[in-house]
């Protein structure tokens, strides 16, 4: 009470107004107590309203507008936000509901929203349960704050949301001012957040219990996807496709690990992202590597994802090959993560600028434990295809190797052993010995009916491929389309008449010789295929979709001079500088006629052995004539005109040889007044054999025809006649 003037106060007053203090204390206390009342009823009534909206909140958007409608006003804030701990409580993320001022939605959820809980002031904050107010004008505290939804914002009010001791997050007040904060305030935050609990606890069951039956839906139709794929292309679109529907990963491949975790290959990748196109990239897919490049290795020791900056590895010398392309197409970083079969790991999946708090999350898990075992399903079956593949093959060839050898068995001059003793011919064997025990490719040059097939298995029968086949190719003796399929083989329906897949001769000789007679007939299409076969020594079979490593030894015949063909542009240089590593000459039956009666002997005692005939020698009448004779068509022609006199002998001794008329005899000393006058090969051989027609009177095969006379295959007849133009109107001339 105030005076103007000094006044006397007496007990009277004293006692007046004493009473009349404690009547106004009790008024003040019942109006402070009825404030108290009014403001708890207040809050009473603001946190029912709030949890009736938070109660039927169905995501944190409805949980934020609830809030914002019941107690913005009163706690006069800017705006607010949630950050949610992941299940490991390693890492803090905003969830959709931060509103601004004007109530507009501007959470954007960004990666770089995400907080890891491990730095200290973070880790501070998470450990105070009671509401705090921060400026955010202390840098000890703003990095916590930094994201531009936080702009224009100087204070913030954190609370920790939990229930029962979990702790779920933070519940994020914003000021643009500081705030009057007092203990009624901090009580209505506090009643507020337990609210809030309750509700985000709620929504975050409730996402488990969507995110699981998702998962599970999700899983269930990935197996059902990935169940019948039998191509790992098909199975990295899918999973390409779920992953980026699902977990919102792209750019991705998997690099699948060997069984000893030493070495590894790029199995699956987008095969619709820009590197997938880069040959770089598929030389690298192509290739299986170590896993021992700073990458991979540290995944497999860590056993969890390990992130790559491509800019600080790509500098390095030895920087893996698909981090380069990775950044040669923009990738600032990369994420290398483990997939699991059991708990072994089996494969890294590398994806573009992934974060921790996603690559664990157990829908990504599960989907590539899943792939892990669907790769190694299809792996399995791969390698149980390619198993029964090499099983077909061996089938194939050994059902081939049976064709081929009784063929040979049932071939009529299938000589035992080389016959002669002739310096010439010793001069061959010394060869044959040189070169038999290499792989070196050899050249048998020689005329008709030398014996080349001969020299061929005697160099084969002298080298370390002896216990595998001689296979014998007659290069005349086929039609020009069909030369490619013998050698290289075909697949089936590969072309009209192909109706079963056929091994080719070169896979039939693998490991073995590959006799190729008659080269110089071979076409200068196939010149070229049989080049790259000898240098790469792979082949592929018509029709077919790969190579074939093969390991064959080359030796080739021919009697025509190659050199020749070469400059008439027949026969490929390169081609025959290939199989001119080894040539042997052999020497015509002419030049070395101290062998003919050791060989016609020889003939004697097979021939008359196969007749049932007791024939032991030969004339001197008969033989006399042999040895006059020149034999063009050289040891063949000698075979087959002894297989003929052992027909026609009726005693135990040849006294007659039925040569052919217009060559007897051959031999003849020229005249001194004779000149020879040299011509082209060509025009001799036309000679000779319009002349052998004639006296056949035009029959090319058979008993008696041009080719029984001149030792050679018919086929082979009638390739040189179309070569040199001989026609049968020619033969009908020439014999007029």
Wanted: glycine share 6%.
């Amino acid at each position: 009470m105030y005076y103007p003037v000094d006044t006397q106060v007496g007990s009277r007053l004293l006692r007046l107004v004493s009473s009349v203090t404690v009547q106004l204390s009790i008024v003040i206390e019942n109006i402070f107590a009825d404030e108290r009342e009014a403001l708890f009823a207040s809050q009473k009534s603001i946190l029912f309203s709030l949890g009736q909206h938070v109660s039927t909140a169905g995501d944190f958007s409805g949980l934020t507008e609830a809030l914002d409608k019941n107690v913005k006003s009163v706690l006069g804030y800017y705006q607010s936000e949630f950050k949610i701990l992941d299940e490991d409580k390693s890492i803090l993320f905003p969830r959709v509901g931060q509103t601004g001022s004007e109530g507009v939605n501007t959470s954007d959820c960004l990666i770089g929203c995400l907080k890891q809980t491990k730095t200290k002031p973070i880790k501070d904050i998470l450990s105070i349960s009671e509401p705090r107010l921060y400026d955010l004008s202390d840098t000890s505290v703003a990095e916590c704050f930094s994201e531009s939804s936080y702009l224009g914002v100087s204070f913030v009010l954190v609370t920790r949301l939990e229930v029962d001791g979990k702790i779920l997050g933070l519940w994020i007040i914003c000021y643009t001012a500081r705030p009057e904060v007092n203990p009624d305030y901090l009580n209505l935050v506090k009643g507020i957040r337990d609210t809030l609990s309750l509700g985000v606890f709620n929504l975050i069951l409730n996402e488990k219990i969507k995110r699981r039956e998702h998962e599970k839906s999700s899983l269930l139709e990935f197996s059902r996807a990935v169940a019948g794929v039998r191509d790992k292309l098909e199975l990295g679109v899918i999973f390409h496709s779920f992953l980026k529907n699902l977990c919102n990963l792209d750019e991705l491949s998997l690099h699948w690990l060997s069984e000893d975790k030493s070495s590894q290959y790029c199995y699956l990748w987008d095969t619709d992202s820009r590197y997938a196109g880069d040959p770089y990239f598929m030389q690298e897919a192509e290739s299986t590597r170590s896993v021992n490049d700073g990458v991979i290795d540290q995944v497999l020791s860590t056993s969890a994802p390990v992130f790559v900056s491509t800019e600080e590895l790509s500098g390095l010398p030895d920087c893996p090959g698909y981090l380069t392309v990775f950044k040669r197409y923009g990738f600032r970083s990369i994420a290398a993560l483990p997939i699991f079969k059991g708990k072994e790991i089996v494969a890294v999946l590398f994806v573009k600028e992934y974060h921790l708090g996603e690559a664990d999350q157990p829908l990504l898990r599960s989907l590539c434990s899943q792939l892990a075992i669907a790769i190694s399903d299809l792996i399995a079956t791969e390698r149980v295809i390619h198993q029964l593949g090499e099983i077909n093959r061996y089938k194939e060839r050994l059902e081939e190797e049976k064709i081929y050898l009784t063929r040979e068995l049932e071939i009529t001059h299938n000589y035992s052993e080389i016959i002669g003793k002739s310096p010439l011919l010793d001069d061959v064997f010394k060869m044959i010995s040189q070169v038999a025990i290499s792989d070196s490719t050899v050249l048998i040059l020689g005329e008709t009916g030398t014996g080349k097939e001969l020299i061929a298995r005697a160099i084969h029968n002298n080298s370390p491929r002896r216990n595998s086949l001689l296979v014998k190719v007659n290069c005349a003796a086929l039609p020009a389309n069909l030369i490619e399929s013998e050698l290289f083989g075909h697949e089936k329906g590969s072309f009209t008449g192909a109706t079963e897949r056929r091994v080719g001769k070169f896979e039939l000789a693998n490991g073995g010789t590959l006799f190729l007679d008659e080269i110089g007939e071979m076409p200068p299409e196939l010149q070229v295929k049989l080049l790259r076969a000898l240098q790469e020594k792979e082949i592929e079979r018509i029709g077919g979709r790969g190579v074939i490593r093969t390991d064959v030894r080359i030796v080739a015949a021919t009697n025509r001079d190659l050199e020749k063909e070469i400059n008439s542009g027949r026969f490929r240089s390169d081609l025959y500088f290939r199989i001119n590593t080894f040539p042997i000459h052999l020497p015509a039956l002419r030049d070395r006629a101290d062998d003919i009666p050791l060989l016609a002997l020889h003939f004697v005692r097979r021939f008359a052995k196969r007749a049932g005939k007791e024939i032991v020698h030969i004339g001197s009448s008969a033989m006399k004539q042999l040895m006059s004779y020149s034999w063009p068509g050289n040891v063949r022609e000698l075979e087959h005109q002894i297989e003929r006199c052992v027909l026609m002998t009726k005693g135990s001794v040849i006294k007659d040889v039925y040569l052919p008329s217009p060559f007897l005899p051959v031999i003849v000393k020229e005249a001194s007044s004779q000149k020879f006058v040299p011509g082209k090969f060509d025009d001799f051989e036309k000679d000779y054999i319009l002349k052998t027609l004639k006296y056949c009177n035009g029959k090319v095969s058979g008993a008696g025809g041009a080719a029984e006379l001149l030792g050679i295959p018919a086929s082979t007849l009638t390739s040189r006649m179309k070569r040199l133009n001989i026609s049968k109107k020619i033969v009908e001339k020439h014999n007029d």
